[in-house]
């Protein structure tokens, strides 16, 4: 029997821990505060912001959300993200992406205090990550582990395949599995007889793009299989980059799409902004 990975059911825990997290700051004087920064008009992002802010209020965590004009310079909003590092009220930043095709996105996150970094895109987070020391990590790869560990799935000794390269998700995955003692492979556009790569695996992690891309023949039977797509089929149905009927047929566990791992990474930005106050409240001692 196939166990469905219900991402929903942990991200509400993981909220719900981040909200006492959160009451514990308060009461030592520590507010914990969310500035999101949202460039242009696209729905989509308009809509993961709206998605942050309730989490954050559900969480008891301040927040003050700021939108840009898609016409915005790259001057003006590298000056914004410089006005927020220096605001002592402001314990994290997130500048929701994609920004505007004439922004410069890699020095916006340059640009973002790594004490600040809540989605633990900056390459000091990312560094530290490489290196094995504490830091923020990245929110999607994060909740993937948080679920691993929820039903208790091995991971030492075990082959882990990732499906893309991103810094995102692909790269940061593979050196927490890394870090946890599997042997891994990460496959993409240019790995050749990528199936055959896929079916080496006991854990597959999914970020391609591609709607249900990855088949059900291309598993090994009983591998647990993570899928961080999130697509429209022929038909406009959301659906991931792993075909899930197929897939749930060979696999010994899998993440549902919707309500597998995008609950978990709303959830786990609610853990770094806790943990981004906290880093600062150790600065300031």
Sequence with gaps: MTTI???????????????????????????PHLAVVLVGDDQASATYVRSKLKDCEECGIASQDYKLPSATS??????????????????????????????????????????????????ESLGCLVRGLPGLRPCTPAGIMAMLDE???????????????SSIVGKPMAFMLLERDATISVAHSRTRDIADVCRTADVLVVACGIPKMVQGDWLKPGA??????????????????????????????????????????????MSNIVQAARLQLGRAL
């Design 151 to 165: 039903y208790g799935i091995e991971l030492s000794g075990k082959n882990a395949v990732i499906v893309g390269r």
């Design 224 to 269: 647990v299989v993570i899928d961080v797509g999130m697509d429209r089929d022929e038909n406009g149905k959301l659906c991931g980059d792993v075909d899930f009927d197929s897939a749930a047929r060979v696999a010994g566990a899998i993440t549902p799409v919707p309500g597998g791992v995008g609950p978990m990474t709303r959830a786990m930005l």
């Design 5 to 31: 990975i219900d991402g929903k059911r942990l991200a509400a825990r993981v909220r719900e821990q981040a909200a006492i997290d959160v009451s514990e700051l308060v009461e030592h004087g520590v507010h």
């Design 74 to 123: 790259q001057d003006d909003l590298m000056n914004l993200v410089e006005h927020l590092n220096a605001d002592p009220v402001v314990t994290g930043i997130l500048v929701q992406m994609p920004l505007p095709a004439h922004l410069d996105a890699e020095k916006v996150i340059a640009a973002i205090s790594p004490d600040k970094d809540v989605d633990g895109f900056h390459p």
